[in-house]
């Protein structure tokens, strides 16, 4: 028996990973879900946005299903309280540094593109976010300067071990896809950058079959958006991985569709698995979401830390027949509630 923690999180967490539940729950596998109060909801419930009692079930759990975190009154807490340092802290400490995050056009999801269709059609990336290391976890702080100004900093590091092993992940998963790797940085500019591209470089030694190329992140924000079927798997930094994937969401149809996992290996590992979208309090309790994001996060759950592969097709082709039979949310240009989104998908399946 294996155990999955659900951990729902705020605004829409809750909403969207009761929806990944019931496909979960259809598929009679040998697992129990447990749940566990995090971000705004664990601040309210135990003081704290990553209370003691989570973070044990996060370590014992066989995988982490996560919904989304934010405080639905804006950053009224002290940093240290506020939600998103639960998901922060649960990356870190468990060492999830590598977070794929797959952006595909489902067919029909042409009209939902904000790219023209030829364009969005060839849409089939992976873009492969380094997650525990640069700006997000450097020394930050507010300080005073010498004329009495107010400063804030945070500092940008990685080391040549932190970018080897993202990097091993995007060579090895560039082999098993079309073997074209792209390494998205700002080595112009950047001193982190120029480390990443060093170490790429004498990594790709390693993999002679792989097609390796280099982009600045400025101009691969604008590729995405001119020509995305160009990309295969893309690996970067935390921050630039962050912002690109957002951007790649809106090509593929929407935000509401895209999945992620966290892993620290391939597979057989307790990753954690989440939609890349937040908890958008502006249409949280109103049924709007698309749970889409969180079902196919359920799918990479089922395969990366379960080892189901045939399950995890099988709930991807649910949610790719649902949505060629017409089910739509809002954001998807539709009329449908999250809960009809989910029947829809579970009809499918
Ligand atoms: N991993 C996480 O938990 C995570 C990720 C991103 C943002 N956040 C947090 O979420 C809060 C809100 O942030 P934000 O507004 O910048 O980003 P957001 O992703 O929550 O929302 C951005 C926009 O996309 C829409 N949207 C998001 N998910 C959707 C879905 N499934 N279906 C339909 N529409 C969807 C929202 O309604 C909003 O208009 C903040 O507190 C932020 O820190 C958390
Ligand atoms: C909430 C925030 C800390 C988080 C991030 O920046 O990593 C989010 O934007 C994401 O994409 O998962
Ligand atoms: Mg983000």
Redesign the pocket.
């Known amino acids: 028996m294996k155990t999955i923690a659900i951990l729902a ?5 809750p909403e ?1 990973t009761a929806e990944a539940r019931r496909i979960l729950e259809a598929l009679n596998l040998d697992i129990t879900f447990e749940e566990g109060a995090i ?1 705004y909801a664990g601040y309210v419930a135990a003081g704290h946005p990553l209370p003691p009692a989570t973070w044990e079930l996060a370590k014992r759990a066989d995988a982490i299903l ?6 639905p009154r804006g950053d009224a807490l002290d940093r240290a309280l506020r ?2 340092q639960a ?1 922060l802290g649960l990356r870190k400490q468990l060492g999830l540094f590598a977070n794929l995050r797959p952006a595909t056009l489902f067919p029909g999801l042409e009209d939902a593109s904000a790219l023209r269709p030829e364009v969005a059609r060839e849409i089939d990336m992976v873009i492969l976010r380094e997650l525990t290391g640069d700006v997000y976890f450097g020394e930050k702080g507010l300080r005073t300067t010498a004329d009495g100004k107010r400063e804030g900093y945070d500092v940008m590091s990685y080391n040549e071990e932190e970018v080897r092993r993202i990097a091993v992940v995007g060579f090895e998963m560039a082999k098993r896809r079309k073997n074209k790797l792209c390494s998205v940085d700002k080595a112009n500019v950047l001193e982190t950058s120029q480390l990443w591209r060093d170490v790429v470089i004498e990594l790709s030694k390693d993999y002679p079959e792989v097609a390796l190329t280099h982009m600045y992140v400025d101009n691969a924000a604008m590729q995405l958006v001119r020509n995305p079927g160009q990309f295969d798997v893309i690996v970067t930094g935390n921050l630039f991985g962050d912002i690109l994937s ?1 951007q790649a969401s809106m090509c593929a149809g ?3 569709m895209l999945p992620s996992a966290s892993l620290r290996a391939w597979s057989g590992d307790n990753g954690l698995y ?10 949280a309790g109103q049924g ?7 079902i196919l996060s359920a799918a990479m759950l089922l395969r990366h830390s379960l080892d189901l592969h045939d399950e995890a097709a099988r709930v991807e082709a649910a949610v790719s027949a649902a949505l060629k039979g017409g089910a739509r ?3 998807l240009g539709g009329t449908m509630t999250t809960a009809a989104m989910g029947d829809a998908v579970l009809a499918a399946l």
Not at 9 to 13: E, N
Not at 274 to 283: K, L, M, Q, T
């Open positions: 999180g705020d605004g829409i967490g969207v971000g996560f919904g989304a975190v934010g405080d939600p998103e998901i957002d929407s935000i509401g989440e939609p890349i979208h937040g908890s958008a309090p502006d249409i709007k979401a698309n749970p889409c994001a969180t949310t809002a954001d």
